[in-house]
């Protein structure tokens, strides 16, 4: 069996939605000899595409709803579902609708609504004729080998009932014989059946001598999230921090992270962020509140960190630094460059690292910029230095609101 025909089996699998007898029926007591879709109905059942119901009848005249149309187009399409990166697209169909993935994953083949700048589907409704025509058209990829003749519209009597965008795919089903009409009538808003879906798929696919082997577009592979990593520090667990790489004894006091130690050789407080470093964001942002309670600030944030080395960015009583600490249980700070600024009770702390160019905000005013800053490191997270709680808990820094944000 040629490859498009395994393709589109699972096409046909939606005539067998409800509980089936077992074995292939070819003789059901709802479609006669005279019966316009007989021959087709039949034959696909002896081939053992096509199942009945227990009760022996085949309910040519039961329809099929957009919602189960998409589902059926996702299985011909062989369509893998990746469910964590699906921006919804149809305001009537929202992510807890049971075919939400299937429409969003149908949308190459199938057909919706735009009102100004809103997109439905009406997934309840009937599939209708022209929605089949479209599907079978770019399924087998007829779009891209024809070029449409609008004059086949001409000769039905219907012509301006089918919807305008649909028009070059209605007029290459026919012109291809996927499609027809009837007593000079193509039906487009007529809903599709069990009946009529048989003898299209059965002449589509079973019954050309044109058949080829064709490519069905497969949807574009998933882009990642863009990093997005918040703490208001709500509850007192650190869940998003790796305490046990921390330097200091970090914790939650009235939901603001600060930091305390006992070691006297211990000169910086670092707090590292669990996130996935492998993913090595080029331009990304680091924000954060220092919230200052009788000390001169001393914190902020940490970046590029390595090997017990990184960049550091904090506020101080007249400056904001930008600087490099190379030892924890040194106080050494080999400081690249600083800007002017006031220390407040609250100070809303930014670093933008765009490539290898580091700005630094305070307050959502730009204070300094510095070129060639090398991303070497990955860790990232809160820092503080040991004379920001050298008065604890009478004096204390307090550090707040910290958001990790990739830019694109």
């Known amino acids: 069996m040629k490859r498009a025909f395994a393709l589109l089996l699972s096409v046909l699998m939606f005539l067998t939605a409800i509980p089936f ?3 292939a029926s070819t003789s059901f007591s709802d479609v006669p000899r005279s019966h316009w879709a007989y021959k087709e109905i039949t034959e696909m059942a002896a081939k053992g595409i096509i199942k009945g119901y227990d009760d022996r009848t085949f309910r040519p005249n039961n329809q099929v709803t957009r919602a189960e149309f998409a589902k059926i187009m996702i299985a011909a399409a ?3 579902i ?3 990166s699906v921006s919804p697209t149809f305001k009537d169909v929202p992510r807890s609708h049971w075919a939400f993935y ?3 994953y149908a949308k190459p083949y199938l057909t919706g609504y735009k009102s100004g700048s809103t997109y439905t589907y009406k997934p309840d409704q009937s599939a209708v004729r022209e929605d089949i025509a479209v599907a079978l058209v770019r399924l087998l990829g ?9 004059d086949q519209l001409k000769n039905f009597r219907d012509q301006n009932e089918i919807s305008s965008a649909l028009r070059p795919y209605i007029a290459i089903a026919l012109q291809t014989d996927l499609m027809k009409g009837y007593n000079s009538y193509f039906r487009p808003q007529d809903p599709i059946t069990r009946a009529e879906a048989a003898s299209l798929l059965y002449r589509a696919i079973l019954d050309r001598d044109d058949e080829t082997k064709v490519v069905f577009p497969n949807p574009e592979p998933p882009k990642p999230e863009p990093i997005n990593i918040s703490d208001s520090f709500s509850s007192t667990d650190l869940k998003n921090w790796d305490t046990k790489k921390a330097t200091g004894s970090w914790g939650v006091i009235s939901k603001q992270a600060t930091a305390v130690s006992d070691d006297d050789d211990v000169d910086h407080y670092f707090l590292p962020l669990s996130w996935n470093e492998s993913a090595k964001p080029e331009n990304y942002e680091l924000s954060i509140d220092v ?3 009788g000390t001169n600030g001393l914190a902020g944030l940490f970046f590029n960190g390595k090997d017990g080395k990184a960049n550091v960015v904090f506020v101080q009583k007249d400056r904001v630094v930008l600087g490099k600490v190379s030892d924890a249980n040194k106080d050494d700070i080999d400081v690249i460059a600083s800007g002017s600024y006031k220390l407040k009770s609250s100070n809303r702390l930014k670093v933008a690292v765009k490539g290898n160019t580091v700005s630094i905000y305070a307050n959502d005013q730009y204070l300094f910029g510095q070129q060639q800053i090398k991303q070497e490191g990955t860790q990232l997270g809160l820092y503080m230095q040991e004379d920001a709680a050298e008065e604890a808990p009478r004096k204390m820094t307090y550090l707040d609101n910290f958001q990790l944000k990739e830019v694109k």
């Open 21 to 23: 007898v077992g074995a």
């Open 78 to 80: 062989d369509v893998n």
């Open 82 to 84: 990746q469910k964590n």
């Open 102 to 104: 299937y429409v969003e």
């Open 142 to 150: 007829y779009d891209k080998k024809y070029k449409a003749d609008l």
């Open 291 to 293: 919230n200052v309670s």
